[in-house]
């Protein structure tokens, strides 16, 4: 995939000009990191069809979905790719399988979305409607509906942000696997530091409309982290070897320190959370 894009965004601090270059592989799960504003959802639906750039193009394998020099400008349900938005973008009046099954193709054997079903842990809910769903099980519903076209390209905004600790780390192990069994590039947005870590293939981080930076995570994130994050202590193991902390979203186990307890503020650093 190669995309080069420019467009003339607003942000909350006045107009800005979104210039960026990247290319992905595939089975290459790439995060975008940034300020608010910095351009990271336009980008996203722009790569998507739902928002027109200025100039540029969007290419995937051998599909070019935009090309302002050539006049190229795919219509979103003309693009093999799943988006799953900020606020999930679920149809109220739908059940869960029927807003799965409004993203199946016509002709395709409906015995796919019984395994998305599946996999996002959503049968005991599947005749329930979005109202009826907490903000995690909207979120499993959209990851899954973003999956029924088996889309060559996976675009996921702040995809996890809703979930607790259990289902965070069931997906991003799952998004993982997505990759490899599909052959799917992904492009994901997020803030939460740990989470690009543990699943991101390449970091780039995108300022005022611009990639300033790119690399491994691990590299970019120890470089650009504070020396130290503020944690909570949830948990002590019996024999005092581990304890579960909380380090802004992400529980994270990490060897004992003495004279630690339960509830106890401490100072982690980003090499301990990675």
Not at 102 to 119: N, R, T, V, Y
């Amino acid at each position: 995939m190669h995309i080069r894009l420019q467009k003339k965004l607003k942000g909350a601090r006045g107009p800005f000009h979104l210039d960026v270059e990247l290319e992905a592989n595939s089975s290459e799960i790439l995060a975008v990191m940034g300020p608010s504003g910095s351009g990271k959802t336009s980008l996203l639906r722009m790569i998507a069809g739902l928002m027109k750039p200025d100039a540029g193009h969007i290419r995937l394998g051998d599909t070019c979905y935009y090309d302002s020099a050539r006049g190229i400008h795919l219509p979103p349900q003309r693009r093999l790719l799943g988006y799953v938005f900020q606020d999930y973008a679920l149809f109220p009046h739908m059940s869960v399988r029927k807003n799965l099954r409004f993203a199946l193709p016509k002709g395709q054997d409906e015995s796919q979305l019984d395994e998305l079903i599946d996999m996002m842990d959503l049968r005991a809910l599947q005749h329930r409607k979005p109202a009826l769903l907490s903000g995690g099980q909207q979120q499993r519903t959209a990851l899954a509906r973003a999956l029924v076209r088996r889309p060559h390209l996976l675009l996921l905004d702040e995809p996890l942000s809703a979930l607790d600790q259990r289902m965070r780390e069931a997906l991003q192990q799952q998004i993982v696997q997505l990759t490899q069994a599909r052959q799917l590039t992904i492009i994901f947005v997020s803030h939460d530091p740990v989470e690009v870590a543990r699943i991101a293939h390449r970091l780039l981080i995108l300022e005022a409309g611009k990639i300033t930076r790119q690399g491994l995570p691990g590299e970019l994130l120890s470089a650009e982290a504070p020396p130290t994050l503020a944690a909570k202590v949830l948990t002590i193991s019996a024999d005092n070897s581990w304890m579960s902390v909380l380090a802004g979203r992400e529980i994270v186990r990490l060897p004992c320190r003495p004279g630690i307890s339960v509830g106890q503020e401490i100072q982690v650093s980003m090499q301990e959370l990675l």
